[in-house]
């Protein structure tokens, strides 16, 4: 799915009308099947980007254009297809405590399925292989008729994931999927999620505080700071300056490679008319 973001300005879905814009001005244009990662400090806006995004949050000004198309134009049933096409992992999984492993990973193809497949499914899971399959990926094929509460938080996030690779979306929005991982999984979990969806052409947008793993296994990062733009580069030409830049006098900063010392902010300027 190809992403045109102009000029956006929104407004974080839980705060007051009087709150100040948590994006101010942001522009960014993302082709199908690309992999970007989103970083910066928190309260950069990054969350709020992925709900726009999501067709979850409308935009205070600006436009988003998904596939050229302006998703708050759209008749309501439409709007809801088109929700059909986008997979949000929010940081802290919405998962009911006492549901089945199964049963939270196959509700990753709840758009695909007709209202009687789906209540089925709750009963009898209607494709145990695919589900006990995508649960594998993230290691955790011997959970899969766990309950939910009976998980650790690392392995609900992995499970929140799994539910990815069963979603017929042409998107993927993930947000902070390694908040709660220990190192190794953390980066079996990345890399399990950028392949695949290079393998299937799914555009992927991962917001990341680890900026190592950010840096390693995306091709792009969009740097956000105070809701605007601060670069949008190649991983590759992502300096030490610019990270420190970044991240500047904030008490959140994570931990950054080891060359990366105090510099002068370096802004990315955007005319919004």
């Not at 000029?7 to 992999?35: D, F, K, M, N, V």
């Not at 302006?70 to 549901?99: C, I, M, N, S, V």
């Not at 393998?199 to 605007?228: C, K, M, N, S, W």
């Amino acid at each position: 799915m190809r992403l045109e973001i102009e000029c956006l300005e929104a407004r974080h879905a839980a705060a007051q009308a009087a709150a100040p814009s948590a994006l101010r001005g942001l522009s960014l244009r993302i082709a199908t099947g690309e992999a970007l990662a989103v970083i910066g400090p928190s309260g950069a806006g990054k969350s709020t980007l992925l709900q726009v995004l999501a067709c979850a949050l409308p935009p205070l000004r600006g436009r988003v254009l998904l596939d050229g198309v302006q998703p708050w134009e759209l008749p309501r049933r439409q709007l809801q297809r088109l929700r059909g096409q986008l997979f949000l992992a929010p940081q802290l999984p919405p998962l009911p405590p006492r549901q089945r492993v199964v049963t939270a990973v196959l509700a990753g193809r709840l758009p695909a399925m007709s209202l009687w497949t789906s209540l089925r499914s709750l009963v009898a899971p209607v494709d145990l292989p695919a589900a006990q399959a995508a649960l594998q990926r993230f290691d955790l094929a011997d959970k899969l008729f766990e309950r939910v509460d009976r998980l650790s938080g690392g392995e609900r996030q992995r499970v929140a994931l799994a539910r990815a690779l069963l979603a017929p979306a042409r998107l993927w929005l993930v947000d902070e999927p390694l908040s709660s991982l220990d190192p190794v999984r953390a980066r079996q979990a990345i890399a399990t999620l950028v392949a695949i969806a290079r393998e299937r052409g799914v555009t992927l947008v991962t917001t990341l505080h680890q900026v190592d793993a950010a840096l390693e296994h995306f091709p792009r990062i969009v740097g956000l700071r105070d809701g605007a733009l601060a670069f949008d580069l190649p991983a590759a030409q992502v300096q030490p300056a610019r990270l420190a830049a970044l991240y500047e006098a904030r008490d959140d900063t994570p931990p950054l490679p080891a060359d990366v010392a105090p510099a002068a902010a370096l802004p990315v300027g955007a005319a919004c008319r």
